[in-house]
Structure formats: C-alpha cells, structure tokens
C-alpha cells in the first residue's frame, strides 16, 4: 500500500478522472516527482516540481492544497459564520443586487428607507460596540434598586464598620395608651401619631433602633413612679436593653424632625468637637459661674473645656432661653453616665428637691452642674438650633432670636414644639411643620411634577393638576382668597364622593374593619372617624353601619378592589356602594383656614403665636399681615372655645406707661378685660388693660416663692 500524503482512489495510483493524471507525475500514487525526471535525461521540455506547482495554483485560483494539518476554529466555520452575519445592501437600489434570489435572507434585516429602520439599525450597532458598558450601568441601576427597595439598605447602615446606626438609639416618650393624661382628645392623638412615625420613618432610614416609652404602662407597673420625672430610669433601661449601642438620644413627644437627610454622625458625631462647646460662658442663660476655682481641683475640673478632648464628652445638652433643655440631648455609654445616673436618681435628693424644682430633673441636672466639679468636664452643649429648635413666640415674643427659633432657610434639623400647651395650638404647630418638612424634602420626582409639569399645565390650562397624593392632601379647604375682608363661614363646606363598604351584619363591624385595615383600603384621614352610621335612614335605625374607603377605592369598579374586599362582597358581608363626605367650616383647623383665604405669598409665616390671659388672647401681628387682623381674629376665636376677646399690641410693653402696659386695639369678641387666673392654686382677679402679666413667668413665679420661707422679708427693687 501505498504511504503517500494524498492516496489516489486506483490501486495502482493516478486519477481515473481525465484532467487529474498528467504527464509530469508517475502513476505510482508519489506525492512528488520522479527523480528521474530532474536528472540527466531531461530535456528543455521537461518541467520541474516548483514549476508545476506555481501553474496548478493560478489554475486553482490561489487556493491551497488539501491539508489536515494547523486547521483552526474559524479556518473550518468560516462559511457558516459569514453566512450567520447581517447583510448590508450598499446601493439604495434593490434592482441592482446581483443575486435577488438572495436578498434578504438570513437574519431580519429592517427597512432602511424608514426612519423606524435606520432607528433600529443605529440602536443595534451601537448596543453591539458598546454593549459591555451597557451591560455594567443597567448592572448598577439594578443594584441600586435592589439595594434600597429590600432591606440591605438598612442593615448596610446599621453595620458597626459600614454605616454605624446600631450605635444610636432614639427614645421617644410617648403616652400611647393615655399615659399620664386623663383623657385624650382627636388633636392629642394626630399630635401622638405624627410624632411617633416621624421617629420611625428616621430610624429605619439610617439604621437606628427606636424606644418608645410607653408612660402608661410605666405609670402602672413601676415600683416606683415618679410624676415627669421618668427619663432618667428610663435612659437606664435604655442602656440594659442595648448593650451595643453608644449614644441614647431623647426626644420629648412635640418634637418633629425637619430634615430626615442628615443623619446623627453627619449632622454631630463626626465632629463633634466642632459641633458642641465646653464652656458654658460661651452662653450661659443661667449666669454659672464657670471654671471651679477651688484650688484642691484637678486640673481638668479647673479647666474651661475639661480636657479638651471629643472623646471624654458623655452628655450633649442644648439650653434655651432659661437654661438646660432636656427636650432633645444625648447621652454617652460609659462609667461616668452610670455614676450620673445613680445620683441623678438619687431618691433622697428627689424627696427634698422635687416640690422646689419644676421642671423635675431638668432642674436637677442643672444643680449638679452648678455644685458637682466632676460633672462639668465631661459635659458639652450644642447650639439649639443644631438639635432643638423652638418655633415663634417661645422664649420670647419677638420669634426672631438667631440662637433659638427656627430658621426655613437654614433648614434646622429639629423642632421642640416646648410650652405649646401654655397658650399655643400645639396641634397647629406640628401640622405646620409636618406641611412643611414635606415641602422642604420632596423628591426629584415630586420636584418635577410640581415645579416644572404643574406650572406648564397652569400656564396652558389656568388649571391646577390633581395629584394623587395621601388621603390628607386631597381633604383641603375650598381656596377662597376673595373672603380676605369678611370671614363667611359657609363657603368652606365642601362634599367629596368617595366610596364606602357596607356592613351586612353590624355585629362584624369590628372584625370587617380589621380586614379593610389589612388590605390598607380603609380611609385614614385626620379628625375623620372611617365608621359611619348607613346613609339609607332605614338601615341606620337598625344600627346599620358602614366604612368609609380611600378615593382611589371606585364602587362600580371592582378592578380597583382588593382581593379581601371582593372575597368579602362575594361572601356577602359587605357592599362597596358610593359615599359623599361632607366637610365643612367646623372641621378645618385654624392652619387650613389661614391657608384657604390668605394669598399664596403670605403663607410662609402665617401668625402661630399668641399668649392668653384668662379669656383674652393676646397677638402681636408683623406688618405684613395687618390687612387680615381681624379675619385671624375671627378665626382664632372661633377654633379656641375658650377665647371670647381678642387683641393686638400696638406699642411696646412700657413705651408709654411706667407700669408697663400697653396700648391694644380690639379685633374680635367682646371689649372684656376683666380676666381670671388660677396659678398655684391662687386666683388673680384683675383688668389686664391696667396690670402687666405675662403668663411665661409661670416657671420665674415658682423659683421665687420657692425660695421664700414664713418671716421672711421680701423686697422687690425691680417693682417700678
């Protein structure tokens, strides 16, 4: 058998096809020539080996010869591959494609004539070339979603070494069952509720656990109770029950956080040596005298700043105008807060002291600071505003102190609501700042909407859009700005169809309700009770009973249904039927009267604040609102029943008087300055027109008389 490279098909070699046997190779099946035929008998005819190879390869048209060998992947596929590629026409003119048999085979190719082709054809091609940096960013895009619509977010920032929120706790007290408090009106629980998911909505976004102190059941189960004097035992449990965590942070119920952005280790802890201040005469409202100077000191208890050092601060207190406030300060874990603590419980020191001090362990810490030298070093204050801002008119009337009132345009983290319930609306208030922590923290989304789409549908409509926002947004006032001269009440009424669940049987209203608070379909508004008696008068004397729904809940559109209430109307417990809830002038509060009839560039500061004497409230009006004295008036007097005379202040106090009076005009009620007050168990009698009083002395009235005893002579050189 032959052994050669390229066997031939005969036995004895050669090609039975004519063409393939030729003259210059023997039929021996060889690969090469003869040698023969390059030795001494060839002529000038013959042909060598190289030249025959050189003319087969112009007749084969350049392609190599068959071999086994260095064939590669693309060497054997190239054919299919070629065919598997996109076909592009050069001329626009299908009629001189070469091969129309062919054209437009393989993969679909669009029409390049139409913009939608050449759209499709630029948008391959450029997906193709830069296909890996699409595949990363739609990777991160996806990423982040993931990240912050499950709960890595949260337990990312909680993280000793990543974010660091299990450090922070924040106690909130909160009377959740009544606490301390008789009884507990709508307001007293929209102000609860307010509050206490501000608090939450914070914690779970930067990671922090939230203590709610339930004063209720502290009241009940504590063996011993002490009346507002709960927040140090309480800060003890706290540091029991969270053994990781480094830093405790109090907040009084009427505090709300303006700006949910700023987390606790940005807003202070980062720096917190720049954040706070050691010396007290940096401002001292209570005129400490400050460093010790005993000279048996050490020499940290002799200095101004302790020892300087961010790391030995163990107590973050903010003052006001009085002194120490205790609304809002933090509380470091270590040794020194234990020993704090322990005295700052100290039961005999609460025997004695607790009837002379009235802000109970506010003032008791403030004692301490005053008398005990260990104390001071490891104390800092923090600006007020930097954690504890007071809205208008606390403190002081003037509601424009830089150092403690709240301030929109340098977006304040905090607010502390302090002494609302001393002749303030402490309702409006925390609506007012809700409203507005809501404005000042909307989303791009939100921004967009109502900065940019809702101005342009204005502009071209002369409409206002409706925006499907919470069940609150939508419950607004009628905006009557033509009733800024008179204060007609009856144009405030106004009807809302909306839908309501019908209850078959009365008896099951509570467990149907449950089920429509399951499915979040049960309409939750301020002040609105979802129980309603049925709108059919003949139903209704048999106890009939209904539940209002939230608007986007539609009676004659079950798609808008969820699967409990169907299974619920399928089983014939309840009907969905329409509904039409009627709001009127009653139900509006005093900020959503103010804000229906003042115009749209008064609504920034709309008056808050006021002082009441007896049944005589007293208003110190800007400029700016002067036009609408006596509408506020109206409406002030009409949402505090207890007010039947209102005035204005319209010269300072003792400008004109040396008993320091003051000259008033009469904006709404009766002229009735003959007021009564009880204060510490003492009732004052007297005409406010000719008697200065001022009820925020409450707190200086208690200090005095505390520090009086029978005999004594008591002379007062600042009597006039």
Request: charged residues 25%; hydrophobic residues 35%; proline residues 5%.
């Amino acid at each position: 058998m032959s052994l050669s490279r390229s066997p031939s098909p005969n036995a004895d070699g050669g090609w039975s096809s004519p063409g393939l046997t030729t003259n210059y190779v023997e039929t021996s099946g060889r690969a090469s020539p003869a040698n023969g035929l390059r030795g001494a008998n060839a002529n000038s005819n013959s042909v060598t080996w190289d030249g025959a190879r050189k003319k087969s390869s112009k007749v084969n048209g350049g392609y190599p010869s068959f071999s086994t060998q260095n064939n590669g992947f693309f060497s054997r596929h190239m054919r299919n591959i070629s065919s598997s590629l996109p076909k592009f026409v050069v001329t626009p003119d299908d009629s001189k494609y070469a091969e129309k048999e062919k054209l437009g085979r393989g993969r679909w190719m669009p029409n390049r004539h139409t913009k939608l082709g050449r759209i499709a054809n630029f948008s391959i091609n450029t997906f193709q070339k830069f296909r890996l940096r699409f595949l990363i960013v739609f990777g991160l895009i996806f990423a982040t979603i993931l990240f912050y619509t499950t709960p890595l977010h949260y337990y990312w920032r909680r993280a000793p070494l990543l974010g660091g929120g299990k450090k922070f706790v924040i106690i909130l007290a909160a009377n959740q069952g009544g606490g301390v408090m008789e009884w507990k009106g709508p307001r007293e629980w929209a102000i609860e509720r307010d509050s206490i998911r501000n608090k939450r909505r914070y914690a779970a976004r930067w990671g922090y656990d939230l203590e709610i102190v339930d004063m209720s059941t502290k009241k009940r189960y504590a063996h011993e109770w002490r009346e507002s004097w709960e927040k140090v035992d309480t800060i003890r449990n706290c540091l029991t029950k969270y053994p990781d965590a480094e830093w405790f942070w109090w907040l009084d119920l009427n505090t709300f956080i303006m700006e949910p952005s700023y987390s606790l280790q940005s807003h202070i802890f980062n720096n917190l040596a720049a954040n706070t201040y050691r010396d007290i005469n940096h401002y001292n409202p209570l005129n400490i005298t400050h460093p010790f100077t005993d000279k048996y000191l050490d020499e940290k208890s002799l200095s101004p700043v302790g020892d300087g050092k961010a790391k030995s601060i163990n107590l973050v207190v903010p003052q006001d105008c009085s002194g120490f406030n205790l609304g809002s300060f933090f509380v470091k874990r270590s040794p020194w807060t234990d020993r704090l603590l322990d005295v700052w419980w100290d039961p005999v020191a609460y025997e004695q002291k607790h009837m002379e001090w009235e802000h109970k362990e506010q003032d008791a810490l403030e004692f301490m600071y005053a008398s005990q030298p260990w104390i001071r070093p490891h104390t800092a204050f923090i600006e007020q505003r930097k954690a504890n801002s007071f809205p208008p008119d606390a403190c002081n009337s003037n509601g424009n102190d830089p150092l403690i009132h709240y301030d929109r345009k340098g977006r304040d983290f905090l607010v502390n609501m302090a002494g609302c319930e001393w002749g303030r609306d402490c309702w409006g208030e925390m609506y007012n700042y809700r409203e507005l922590s809501n404005l000042l923290n909307r989303n791009p989304w939100e921004l967009f909407k109502e900065e940019i789409v809702a101005v342009l549908w204005f502009k071209l409509t002369g409409q206002k859009s409706i925006e499907s926002g919470s069940a609150n947004d939508m419950f607004r006032p009628p905006i009557i700005r033509s009733a800024t001269a008179v204060l007609d009440r009856s144009l405030f009424s106004r009807t809302f169809p909306i839908a309501a669940a019908r209850i078959a049987d009365h008896k099951l209203i509570s467990a149907s309700r449950g089920k429509l608070d399951k499915s979040k379909e049960l309409l939750r508004v301020d002040r609105v009770s979802a129980v309603r008696e049925d709108p059919d008068p003949a139903l209704a004397a048999k106890g009939g009973k209904c539940l209002l729904l939230k608007p986007e809940v539609k009676p004659g559109d079950p798609t808008t249904w969820s699967a409990i209430l169907k299974q619920a109307v399928e089983a014939k417990e309840m009907s969905v039927m329409p509904y039409e809830l009627t709001l009127d002038y009653n139900y509006w509060n005093y900020l959503d009267i103010m804000k229906s009839v003042l115009p749209e560039d008064s609504q920034e500061e709309i008056p808050v604040g006021f002082s009441i004497v007896g049944h005589v409230a007293h208003l110190n009006i800007r400029e700016a609102y002067l036009p609408y004295k006596n509408l506020i008036a109206e409406v002030l007097m009409d949402k505090n029943p207890t007010i039947r005379t209102v005035i204005n202040k319209v010269d300072d106090v003792g400008e004109k008087s040396e008993f320091r009076t003051f000259s008033y005009e009469l904006l709404a009620g009766v002229d009735d300055m003959n007021v009564e007050i009880r204060e510490e168990d003492c009732t004052f009698r007297f005409d406010y027109s000719q008697v200065y009083w001022n009820s925020r002395l409450n707190t200086e009235h208690r200090r005095l008389v505390a520090l009086f005893s029978p005999g004594s002579v008591v002379c007062d050189v600042m009597a006039g």
